[in-house]
């Protein structure tokens, strides 16, 4: 597990770059959030603390779940998705082996369910913001809710390119023409993608490492691509082209990092790349046709609710047996 922390710090290191330095404000508060409720649910249960504060699963838990969500929101924003995440999605299970569900996911889906205004509220990446905060100013920000003065939020706050890119659609607009705006950059939006490519980096990290396996990965970011690219060769004009799809939004985040936890996912080899793909095709429909921007939060979470049943019925062959 400290590998995968090793993974993800590329990525941070490339958001500090385009977004400036409030991403670490959210990482250390849902850092401290993650420590002392597991600290609390463990001593509530009567189990020894320091083993399972020592593991660094709650840690991942907050830093999947600190970077799935908008730096700049509130700080008890992500005190609350932590601290529900650890409570409700993994400790009332029975902690770390038990928990059914991605806990990160979980917070998430319940702040974006709770929270929506609040969690649609992304920053502009700096080289393009009207009136970039400074990490002074974006500390602030996050403790009090409020702005310099005569700066308004329109100002420092931007769309994300997947919920852009569905507005702008549903207003006639055409993918050219959408695609043009400052906010894209050429594989994505305009920083985001580079931090999809440092998410890509951190995984081929964690596979050269056998972290993980290929079969999750590839399963994922194989069928997103097979569904977008049918959709865009279909009509150009109206669907994004696969390569968008892979470096918009937390396509890169999920296939390295959230699917791939070994708790909540599949066990069998081939139950691995139903589970994924079955996460892509529902990314996919809700992101084209759902009410939200990206759908990875609630695609990952039906599958889990499918993963008894795929290893069930993805068992490998037992040999020296009759059939």
């Known amino acids: ?64 779940l600190a970077l799935a969500i908008p730096p700049l929101t509130p700080w008890w924003l992500i005190v609350v998705g932590t601290a529900f995440a650890i409570v409700f999605a993994k400790q009332l299970y029975g902690g770390l082996g038990y928990n059914p569900f991605n806990p990160a996911m979980i917070g998430y889906a319940v702040l974006l369910i709770s929270f929506p205004v609040l969690m649609t509220k992304w920053p502009a990446a700096l080289q393009i913001a009207q009136t970039p905060l400074s990490f002074g100013e974006q500390l602030h920000f996050i403790f009090s809710g409020q702005l310099p003065q005569n700066v308004l939020m329109d100002a420092v706050t931007s769309a994300t390119p997947l919920d852009y890119l569905k507005t702008q659609l549903k207003l006639g607009q055409e993918i050219s023409h959408i695609q043009s705006a400052p906010l894209f950059g050429v594989l994505g939006g305009k920083g985001s993608e580079y931090i999809a490519i440092a ?14 396996s290929w079969h999750l990965p590839t399963a994922f970011l194989g069928v997103l691509a097979l569904m977008s690219a049918t959709f865009w060769l279909s009509d150009p004009a109206q669907f994004a082209s696969p390569v968008f799809h892979l470096f918009s939004g937390a396509s890169m985040l999920c296939a390295f990092f959230i699917i791939t936890d070994p708790v909540s996912g599949p066990t069998t080899p081939c139950g691995k790349l139903y589970f994924a793909g079955g996460v892509a095709i529902i990314t996919y429909l809700i992101r084209v046709y759902g009410g939200y921007p990206d759908g990875v939060a609630f695609a990952v979470i039906f599958m889990n609710i499918c993963v008894p049943l795929i290893d069930a019925y993805t068992q490998p062959r037992v040999f020296g047996h009759e059939k």
């Open 1 to 64: 597990m400290l590998k995968v922390l090793v993974a993800l710090i590329p990525a941070i290191g490339v958001y500090v770059w385009m977004y400036g330095g409030g991403i670490l404000v959210t990482l250390t508060l849902a850092t401290l959030t993650a420590l002392l409720t597991e600290a609390a649910m463990l001593k509530l249960r009567a189990r020894p603390i320091r083993p399972f504060l020592s593991d660094y699963s709650a840690v991942i838990t907050a830093w999947l």
């Open 199 to 212: 998410y890509l980096l951190g995984g081929l990290y964690l596979w050269q490492q056998k972290i993980i």
